[in-house]
């Protein structure tokens, strides 16, 4: 049975770490779902950690893409960071390698945003 | 003539739960002949296509019947999806605009997209003993 586990993590200067851990299916998007939900109620910017993920199917790409819409909307950022070569060819066949924003790890993510909002001199 | 190299089926319910299965199912008959990423898309297609049949074909009843068959036969990947719920033909479905999905933050429908971006040949069809089949083919370039 698919599982994913879910944790977030308050960087500072208005950046949360969420770090799922497992398959993001049909079976466990809504776990994400309501994670990213809950984040974007209060938070700006979200790094979003994949590297403890072996699966993202369409479900997943499709909170993804919604949560960086929401974030847009607000003037805020979303940073993938981390991503497996296999779960980066499903970001390569949607196209949303020219979408989202890549970072090789959610430090760097953190940084890249901090950057972004002007936060870090 | 290709020698058929590999021919494998598994039985799962029409359960989300079951995804894993059938993603684990592809990767292993795909093991020694298809490149990681290759294999990695391939299971991706069949799990969106059960997906679909779960959602659509089912309509969420966790008790349907779904079989997944898979073969390789030379370069060729050729997998079938059969179930004997509702009509869904996702070879007939709408062109899915993924940029529109994007600007609009939309988080359902991108399924049938990766299939067919994905697969190389794909048939619906209904067969002789009354099941519906989903055809995915799939040429590996290793």
Known sequence: ?121 | MNARDTLARLDVRSDPAELSRVRAFVLRALETKARDTEAYLVAQAVDEAVSNVIEHGYGGDPEGAIEVGIEVAGRDCRVWVRDTGCWFDPTEAAEIDVERHVREGRSRGLGLYLMRAIADDIRYERTDDGWHELYLEKHLAQ
Do not use: C, K, N, W
Request: proline share 2%; glycine share 10%; no cysteine.
């Open chain 1, 1 to 121: 049975m698919s599982t994913l586990r879910i944790e977030s993590q308050d960087a500072g200067r208005g950046v949360t770490v969420v770090r799922p851990a497992g398959s993001i299916d049909a079976h466990t998007y809504r776990q994400m779902q309501e994670a990213m939900a809950r984040l974007l109620a209060t938070r700006a910017s979200v790094v979003v950690d994949l590297s403890a993920v072996d699966y993202v199917s369409s479900m997943g790409a499709g909170v993804l893409i919604h949560v960086h819409a929401q974030l847009e909307a607000r003037g805020g950022g979303l940073i993938v960071a981390a991503v497996r070569p296999t779960v980066m060819e499903t970001m390569r066949v949607l196209g949303l390698t020219q979408v989202f924003a890549f970072a090789p790890s959610a430090a760097e993510g953190v940084r890249l945003l901090g950057e972004a909002t002007g936060v870090i001199s």
